[in-house]
Structures are given as structure tokens and as C-alpha cells.
């Protein structure tokens, strides 16, 4: 006769595994959540894309000859949510590297319009080879090596010396490639255009070859050299191209020239088994406790019992 107590953990057991059972049919519709832009008739997740591409783009690793645009806000950045000065609290300030004058290292861009009805010029900073940039008023900083995000807590300790409570925004004004998906084990890359003639092949040769490909890093996904994406214009509403590498016949029907903000993806060999048990782990790990947790009951029961 079993002991009402372990009677009781033995059918939150089988409830567990009957919950399990019912888990592991599900996976199988909803493994492929990982998979990015897939396309459903014509048209892609674009708030997706737009999410991916900003992670991405934040994780970028400034290098020499990188040209950055370096903001710099006072009062925290009350001057991006007040700017026309029109809030009753604080007084709004900045310095936008685009007040400076153009000097060795900088180079200007054309004004632009913005909401406010005001014209913004701007400068560009370039990175030397030493990895230093030239700034106003800090002058020489090293940035070399540095997320963007890093780049913003190290400016903004720097211009703390002149400003209360600086607020830092660096971009790279580089034309660059985005790459995403089962390339180069990393899964998100910034790669800088070096010159106007880069094709899609250079492009994934210097991200570090597709997963799992010849000169892959392999890892634990694979990518599909079939299924190609390469994405361009508004991400709003973009144009795409699927591009099949695993032929000769598809690479020369291909169009293989890339342009200025164009994003690649290769799309992982999807694994249905493998990801079906990697999503199950924490309700594997749970039953495996409930049934070390019966089993001791049951031990101890038994003793109690004799």
C-alpha cells in the first residue's frame, strides 16, 4: 500500500510527463522562431529586421579609418527630447562635433533639414591608424577596439570635464555591410566597404566564410549556401533577392554586387531534433527533479513503513 504523501508526488509526476509529452509535440511548430526575415509571400518581418540590425550595429568594433559622428548632448540629453528649448525645466545645451571646424582628420558633411525647421551641418572624425581620434576640446582619445557603446561611456567621461552630466551618441558614417545569420560563428558582423566594387562572396569570405562551409568556422550551426538573402533599399519596405551559391548555375543568375547598407543573410540548416531537445531542457530538468524528489520519498516511506 503506498503512502497517501507519495501517491500525491507521483501524479504531479505523471502530470509533469504528460505535460512533457504534449511540449515535445508543440516544438515541432515552433522551433523555426529563431529563423530572421523569413518570407512570406513577398514580404518580410521588418520590424524584425530593423530590431536585428540596430543590435547589431551596436556591437560594431570601431577600426582604423573609421569616420565617426560623435554628438555630444549636456543635462543627460535633455536637447534630443527638448529641442527647440521649449520645456519649462533646465536649460537645454550641446556640442555636436559638426560645430567644430574641419581639420586634419575631420571631414564635413551637407546640411540637413531637421524637424525643428533649423539646418544641421556636420563633421566626421576619422580614426588614425594608431587608433586615436582627434575631438574637440578633448583632443587625442583612443576609441580603436571599442563598441560603440563603449566609445559613448569613455567620451562621455571625457567631456564631464566641460559639461554636467554629458550624454555621448557615436555612429559610424562608413558604408558598410551587415551580415547576420549562420556566418563566421558570430551571427551578427559590420563588415566596411573597402571599395565600390565588392561582390557578395568577398564580403562573406571576409566575414569568415558560411558556417559549416569549407572555410566556415563551423560551430554548431550550418548555413544553407541555397537560401541567401541579400536585402537593400528601405527597410520599410525593401527590396530582396534570394540568392542560391551552392551551384555555379545560381551564382551566375545571381546578382552578386553589393552596395552601401546592404544586409546579408544566410539562413542556418534548421535542426528540428536537436533544437526540440535544447527548447525541452528546462521541462526535462524539472521532471528529473521530480523524480529524484519520488524517489527519496519513496525510500524514505519504505523504511518508515519497516
Do not use: W
Not at 107 to 130: K, N
Not at 184 to 199: A, L, S
Request: charged residues 20%; aromatic residues 8%.
Amino acid at each position: 500500500m503506498l503512502h497517501p504523501i507519495f501517491r500525491r508526488f507521483l501524479s504531479v509526476g505523471l502530470l509533469s510527463l504528460s505535460f512533457l509529452l504534449s511540449f515535445s509535440c508543440t516544438t515541432s511548430k515552433i522551433y523555426r522562431q529563431n529563423v530572421l526575415f523569413r518570407l512570406e509571400g513577398t514580404t518580410v518581418d521588418t520590424a524584425r529586421l530593423r530590431t536585428t540590425i540596430n543590435r547589431t550595429e551596436r556591437n560594431y568594433i570601431i577600426q582604423s579609418n573609421d569616420y565617426l559622428d560623435v554628438r555630444v548632448y549636456t543635462n543627460k540629453g535633455e536637447r534630443i527630447l527638448d529641442p527647440n528649448g521649449e520645456l519649462p525645466f533646465g536649460n537645454p545645451g550641446g556640442l555636436r562635433g559638426a560645430t567644430t571646424r574641419p581639420g586634419a582628420g575631420t571631414r564635413t558633411t551637407t546640411g540637413q533639414q531637421s524637424s525643428g525647421g533649423t539646418t544641421s551641418g556636420g563633421s566626421e572624425f576619422l580614426v588614425q591608424d594608431d587608433g586615436i581620434v582627434k575631438l574637440p576640446m578633448v583632443e587625442n582619445i583612443k576609441l580603436s577596439g571599442y563598441t560603440l557603446l563603449e566609445a559613448d561611456s569613455v567620451l562621455q567621461v571625457a567631456y564631464s570635464q566641460y559639461y554636467e552630466q554629458p550624454f555621448v551618441v557615436t555612429r559610424v558614417t562608413n558604408n558598410r555591410i551587415i551580415v547576420l545569420g549562420a556566418v563566421g560563428g558570430t551571427g551578427g558582423q559590420v563588415i566596411p566597404m573597402t571599395n565600390d566594387n565588392m561582390n557578395l562572396i568577398e564580403v562573406l569570405a571576409i566575414a569568415g566564410g558560411i558556417d559549416g562551409g569549407a572555410i566556415g568556422t563551423g560551430g554548431n550551426r550550418v548555413g544553407r549556401t541555397t537560401n541567401i538573402r541579400l536585402i537593400r533599399g528601405d527597410l520599410k519596405n525593401p527590396q530582396i533577392q534570394v540568392i542560391d551559391l551552392s551551384t555555379f548555375e545560381g551564382m551566375r543568375r545571381a546578382n552578386l554586387q553589393v552596395e552601401p547598407n546592404d544586409i546579408v543573410y544566410v539562413e542556418p540548416v534548421r535542426r528540428p531534433f536537436y533544437e526540440a531537445l535544447t527548447d525541452a531542457g528546462p521541462v526535462f530538468g524539472l521532471v528529473t527533479s521530480l523524480i529524484s524528489v519520488l524517489s527519496t520519498l519513496y525510500i524514505i516511506t519504505r523504511v518508515y513503513n519497516n
